[in-house]
């Protein structure tokens, strides 16, 4: 029973290194946020102890009645944060994260080889929505499923709802997926609903992003309109890293979806779940159901529409030209500047943003653009006043790489650059969390 810090001094290093950085500095990620301090206690308790493969009342190990109550609890608590009436959804809190819980609703829905929509990953959407390259089927939702992505107009930048009922006439998927990593406008599901409906599809919304903005009744419901809907629980939602999956108790397509999601999450894709991160999101879901949360979700909206209200008045060009949501997506082609160029300059800076695709792109291992998101410093209590200073920042940031660039030569970036990556920042390839 003696403590971190006596037994494991290197690992309490790191962690306190890491908490340094996350305080000092300014994050921007827009799929990070700061879970609460209740959250994070129930995270590290004792309940990482116990084994409980199954479900409530149905498990199959003993001396599960207090993880039990705490499934049924985080089930409730995870329906009334939706205002979802449990007659007519159910959820299943077990999936260790967005992509496991991604992979168990495709499982649920569909055959192996049958054929999904998704939106492509260049234009904001998630590897786990169909993503392959020419090259390469990598991810396991193209390498199980045959995947047919859709698109944003090039003009508009907005979905291309048209263009998808065109082509799912044509592919006819069994699914079509909604929901993005870097997409910051609101999405129509009832058009989407329309065209699943003509194809005889599901649909699908994986609202990890938003879900917290959801929640907060801030954006547009897609509980309205979907079979299914995924989220993770550490975005907006502001929980612990883990996934839900909600399903339809009643209406057309809800046969059996219960079964078949519980199934999917176990046994087919995952084993005995994580209770000690279900009582941290049933935590986190308590404190999503509280007044201060709305007024959260209000805030980080706000605060993106400002950080983007003034990118833009610097003459900076936007993905969509703004923002509905808690992201800004920065087109940095027209500075002749790629995103992992700034993302590293900021990164030195003490500024934390991630490289991103932006619409044209040619490849995604080189962006053209950086994404930034306002959940972690509105959770920091910060409004449109502190966001306006951090603006400015990215902006000297973005003339400073410029500088680097142009004024001193690119050899004095490059120097930056490694300068950054050997201070142990960076990956590679861009893909979008
Ligand atoms: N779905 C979307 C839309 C996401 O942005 C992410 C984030 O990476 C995921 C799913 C996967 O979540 P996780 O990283 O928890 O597996």
């Given amino acids: 029973y003696a403590p971190l810090a006596e037994i494991d001094p290197q690992v309490q290093n790191i962690i306190d290194k890491e908490t340094w950085r996350q305080f000092s500095g300014l994050e921007l990620i827009a799929s990070e946020n700061l879970t609460s301090r209740a959250a994070m ?32 609890l985080c089930r409730k608590r995870a329906l009334e944060a939706f205002n979802l009436d449990p007659a007519k959804w159910g959820v299943n809190v077990q999936p260790y994260s967005g992509s496991t819980a991604n992979f168990a609703a495709l499982t649920a829905l569909l055959q192996p080889q049958d054929r999904l929509m998704g939106l492509g990953l260049p234009d904001g959407g998630h590897l786990t929505h169909g993503y392959y390259t020419a090259k390469k089927k990598m991810t396991a939702s193209s390498i199980y499923f045959q995947s047919f992505p859709y698109a944003i107009d090039p003009t508009s930048q907005l979905i291309d709802y048209a263009g998808l009922e065109r082509q799912a006439k044509i592919f006819k998927p069994r699914l079509i997926i909604c929901g993005a990593s870097a997409y910051p406008r609101d999405w129509d599901y009832a058009a989407l609903k329309k065209t699943a409906d003509a194809e005889g599809a ?62 999917a999450v176990f046994p087919a894709c995952q084993g005995g779940p994580h209770n000690n991160t279900i009582a941290a999101v049933a935590t986190a879901l308590l404190q999503v159901s509280q007044p201060a949360f709305k007024a959260y979700a209000r805030q980080v ?30 087109d940095l082609r027209p500075l002749g500047l790629t995103g992992s160029k700034v993302e590293k300059v900021c990164d030195l800076l003490g500024i934390t943003i991630n490289k991103n695709a932006v619409s044209g792109d040619a490849s995604a291992q080189t962006p053209g653009g950086i994404r930034l998101g306002t959940s972690a410093l509105t959770s920091r209590d910060m409004t449109e006043e502190d966001i306006k200073v951090v603006a400015g920042f990215l902006h000297q940031a973005v003339q400073l790489s410029l500088f680097l660039q142009k004024e001193a030569g690119s050899r004095l970036l490059k120097d930056f650059i490694r300068a950054a990556t050997t201070k142990g920042s960076a990956g590679t390839a861009q893909v979008n969390a």
């Avoid at 995270?43 to 705490?70: C, F, M, Q, V, W």
């Avoid at 939602?237 to 909600?246: K, V």
């Avoid at 529409?305 to 997506?329: E, F, S």
């Fill in 41 to 72: 206690e129930a995270n590290g308790s004792i309940l990482t102890n116990k084994y409980s493969e199954g479900l409530p009342n149905a498990r199959y190990y003993g001396g599960n009645e207090h993880i039990d109550e705490l499934e049924i």
């Fill in 202 to 263: 599901y649909l699908m919304a994986d609202i990890a992003h938003t879900s917290g903005l959801v929640a907060a009744q801030t954006l547009n419901n897609p509980f309205d309109y979907c079979d299914i809907v995924t989220t993770t629980t550490h975005k907006t939602l502001r929980g612990p890293r883990a996934g839900l999956i909600f399903f339809k108790r009643d209406g057309p397509n809800s046969q059996d979806l219960e079964k078949r999601v519980n199934d």
């Fill in 301 to 330: 909206i706000s605060n993106a529409q400002t950080l983007a209200a003034v990118l833009h008045a610097h003459g900076y060009k936007l993905q969509t030209g703004g923002t509905d949501n808690h992201l800004v997506l920065w």
